[in-house]
């Protein structure tokens, strides 16, 4: 029996960008979709595509789904165990590969595809992804380049690709990304991509729904974040995230209960400032300023993320740079200018072993830092007891929301494959990092548990106005 889309794979696969991801949820048919699409230009002896997992025992449920698709299709098609392809009677070849590890990522150095496909794109980090862009040209005239990937919220690339596809623009709005480049002549030619997200859940498989009517119901079942992703595509809940007891609720922000993102204010001047620190050259640096009321609740109040645009990578500032910039944030922020500021940062900074320290890099441009407390576990311990709300639904950390760094990366941490306890430190985990010394010089114990936010009725508990600036 031929394979035919349903309505969303159909509406997935006429999608022109050169990027689209397909999915959100478990069950809406993704894997079929990116292997369907795989057959576009199959009929052309030239046509070169590839399909990628994490790693090959994964591959092995895409491959036995393709026998049904691709020999339905092409009879005469032939696939190459030993090397992972399948060649049609056109010549044209698809490739099912891995890349378990980022340095796989050369193993398709010099080779070509018209068609990419990552199926759980969340498994891959941004390093692996953006490599193959550059394997992604034509092997004849007139052939058709594009990538194309399915993903479930979650996983160790959630972030990335949430920044990447889910956060920018509403799902089915192209967005675009602009280029450029120096030609042979010193001509700069500039250009444009699109990149687009197609949203699928269990209910947009009809065929599925027909056939097991009581998969929804099991997936309803799962842990309550688990249900959010894989039922609903709810990217900001989602299996393996470290911090969930995070919230970020625009309609809370006036009361500040049940969020912890609010508007800036004032910090009134008998509040403690804090600087905290986290290096990074070929990664980013985070400097993040924190306020402490009498209370002992703490304030993300500013921040200066050294990132290029592209998650993960650093600005290449050295240490004097990033030194100046805090003295000239220092002096000009309302909320910083003519206040003492309590340094804290990463212990190595202070490492002589190999010269001059970083630190005594930038006490040389009057900014001066203490050694933090590194202790892993029991930093993320303060950050979950600051996180979670108390009986009244306030909870010991609250961000501004101009620091848009923060929030876009510290709820996205997930777990360490192998410190189980401990945060991936494969991603962007640069702010929690700077975060966390901060907090280790305030530390408290886990609130008294907090009510549910439908027991709270918001007239009961006034908070102190502050004004907004």
């Given at each position: 029996m031929i394979w035919r889309p349903q309505p969303r794979q159909a509406a997935f696969m006429k999608r022109p960008e050169f990027e689209a991801l397909y999915g959100g949820a478990a069950g809406g048919g993704k894997s079929d979709a990116l292997l369907a699409e795989a057959l576009r230009q199959a009929g052309k002896g030239q046509y070169r595509g590839l399909i990628l997992r994490k790693t090959y025992p994964q591959l092995s449920q895409l491959v036995d789904r393709s026998h049904e698709i691709y020999k339905a299709a092409f009879p005469q098609a032939v696939y190459n165990q030993a090397r992972h392809f399948w060649q049609f009677p056109s010549g044209a070849k698809i490739y099912f590969g891995a890349m378990q590890h980022t340095s796989d990522r050369i193993n398709y150095q010099g080779k070509r595809f018209d068609y990419i496909a990552f199926d759980e794109l969340t498994q891959f980090s941004w390093e692996e992804y953006s490599y193959m862009f550059s394997r992604?040209?034509?092997?004849?005239?007139?052939?058709?380049?594009?990538?194309?990937?399915?993903?479930?919220?979650?996983?160790?690339?959630?972030?990335?690709?949430?920044?990447?596809?889910?956060?920018?623009?509403?799902?089915?709005?192209t967005i675009w990304q602009e280029s450029s480049y120096t030609d042979p002549r010193g001509r700069v030619v500039t250009g444009r991509q699109g990149r687009v997200f197609v949203p699928s859940t269990v209910f947009d498989n009809r065929v599925?729904?027909?056939?097991?009517?009581?998969?929804?119901?099991?997936?309803?079942?799962?842990?309550e974040a688990e249900k959010k992703a894989l039922l609903y595509g709810d990217w900001d809940s989602f299996s393996g995230q470290v911090f969930t007891e995070w919230r970020n609720d625009p309609a809370s922000y006036e009361t500040r209960l049940f969020t912890?993102?609010?508007?800036?204010?004032?910090?009134?001047?008998?509040?403690?400032?804090?600087?905290?620190?986290?290096?990074?050259?070929?990664?980013?640096?985070?400097?993040?300023?924190?306020?402490?009321?009498?209370?002992?609740?703490?304030?993300?109040?500013?921040?200066?993320?050294?990132?290029?645009?592209?998650?993960?990578?650093?600005?290449?500032?050295?240490p004097a740079r990033i030194a100046d910039a805090i003295s000239e944030i220092e002096s000009d922020d309302l909320n910083l200018k003519g206040r003492a500021i309590y340094g804290i940062?990463?212990?190595?900074?202070?490492d002589e072993s190999r010269g001059e320290s970083i630190a005594s890099m930038m006490e040389r441009r009057g900014v001066y830092f203490q050694k933090g407390d590194n202790s892993r576990l029991a930093g993320k311990m303060q950050l979950h007891n600051r996180l979670a709300f108390d009986g009244k639904g306030m909870p010991m950390?609250?961000?501004?929301?101009?620091?848009?760094?923060?929030?876009?990366?510290?709820?996205?941490?997930?777990?360490?494959?192998?410190?189980?306890?401990?945060?991936?430190?494969?991603?962007?985990?640069?702010?929690?990092d700077?975060?966390?010394?901060?907090l280790m010089e305030y530390p408290i114990s886990?609130?008294?548990?907090?009510?549910?936010?439908?027991?709270?009725?918001?007239?009961?508990?006034?908070?102190?106005?502050?004004?907004?600036?």
């Open positions: 992604c040209r034509p092997g004849a005239e007139g052939m058709r380049c594009y990538i194309r990937a399915s993903a479930n919220p979650g996983g160790s690339g959630h972030g990335w690709v949430k920044e990447r596809f889910i956060t920018p623009a509403s799902p089915m709005t599925l729904m027909e056939n097991d009517p009581l998969y929804a119901q099991r997936l309803a079942m799962l842990p912890h993102v609010i508007p800036p204010f004032k910090v009134p001047d008998g509040w403690s400032i804090y600087r905290g620190f986290d290096f990074g050259y070929t990664r980013p640096f985070s400097v993040g300023w924190y306020a402490v009321d009498h209370d002992r609740r703490v304030y993300r109040i500013r921040e200066l993320y050294g990132c290029t645009g592209t998650p993960n990578e650093g600005v290449r500032w050295e940062a990463d212990p190595s900074i202070f950390l609250y961000v501004f929301s101009t620091c848009i760094n923060f929030i876009r990366t510290v709820p996205a941490l997930v777990y360490d494959s192998v410190n189980v306890e401990d945060v991936d430190t494969s991603g962007e985990d640069h702010i929690y700077e975060c966390r010394y901060v886990p609130p008294e548990r907090a009510l549910q936010k439908a027991e709270i009725s918001y007239g009961r508990y006034d908070m102190p106005k502050m004004g907004i600036y």
